[in-house]
């Protein structure tokens, strides 16, 4: 049986679109079960929902941390989640849902971490003359961007790059990072001899 993955994003969701192609070769060992979001607005959930999936918002505009996050939770347990995978989900997580969740959220985050935790990594990658910039998949822990470093892809910095050009190098590598990371992740949980 498949490992039920629901994907958390606020925007976009090119990551999450790049995890659910992944989960549509039959070799996947997870199937995304829903696509939720603090932004009903978000393009992802348009994409989600032309191929099939179930989807969720929930705006935090006016709900506390804790509420908002609560909300969150029964939606995924409601769709028979075991994993939540973040994708470019911009919330900050109160530590009652990511202790309900401890050793089972994955984030991916734009930054060779433990490098440049937080936000506007390519710029500050850029400004520090690094020669090398990449994305980080790990577990969610209580601190911000902290968690056990799942897996890293390396991407070169061209002098030519702005924070934008390098974003959607980046971008690439990424959605070659999540799906991999993700599938390795949940066969290792339920074979723990691989
Ligand atoms: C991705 O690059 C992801 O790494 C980043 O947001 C982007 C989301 O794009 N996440 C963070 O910065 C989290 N701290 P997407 O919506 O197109 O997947």
């Known amino acids: ?88 989900y911009m919330r900050i997580l109160s530590t009652g849902f990511v202790a309900k969740w401890d050793g089972r959220m994955l984030n991916i985050h734009p930054s060779l971490l433990p490098k440049y935790k937080g936000l506007h990594t390519h710029q500050r990658a850029i400004d520090a003359n690094d020669t090398v910039a990449g994305t980080s998949v790990h577990l969610v822990t209580a601190e911000l961007d902290d968690g056990p470093v799942l897996g890293q892809i390396e991407v070169a910095i061209l002098p030519s790059d702005t924070a934008d050009t390098l974003a959607d190098r980046v971008k690439m590598a990424e959605y070659q990072l999540y799906p991999k990371t993700l599938a390795d992740f949940v066969a290792r949980d339920s074979n723990p001899d691989i």
Do not use: Q, W
């Open 1 to 88: 049986m498949k490992a039920k993955v629901a994907v958390l994003i606020s925007g976009a969701g090119t990551n999450m679109a790049a995890l659910l192609f992944a989960s549509k070769l039959p070799s996947c060992p997870y199937e995304i079960v829903l696509v939720a979001s603090n932004n009903s607005d978000a393009e992802g959930l348009k994409i989600a929902a032309a191929e099939g999936i179930p989807t969720f918002a929930m705006s935090h505009i006016g709900l506390d941390r804790a509420a908002h996050d609560a909300v969150m939770h029964e939606a995924i347990v409601e769709a028979g989640a075991t994993y939540v995978a973040l994708a470019g």
